[in-house]
């Protein structure tokens, strides 16, 4: 089974955020998916917009672009912090991450 076809995207819009309460600063995400994640000067991850501008708001959220599915979902999976969100758009419920049912 694909990720796609794991996550249910079939067409369904995916977004990803960061808890930066949780937060451990190891930077696997942006090593995974630097299009969407980065380490700002405070050293904790964000979620970047799609014009690559930062978003630093608490529970700010960024589309997952298809093509870096895999590599969001990969980041989710191995976060040590356990504090990358990403759900369903349609009806906000989380599909990887620490609240994934």
Known sequence: MSVQQEAGVGGEALEVWIDQDLCTGDGICAQYAPEVFE?????????????DELLQDKGATTPVPLPLLTDVIDSAKECPGECIHVRRVSDRAEVYGPDAA
């Open 39 to 51: 380490l700002d000067i405070d050293g904790l991850a964000y979620v970047k917009s799609p014009q």
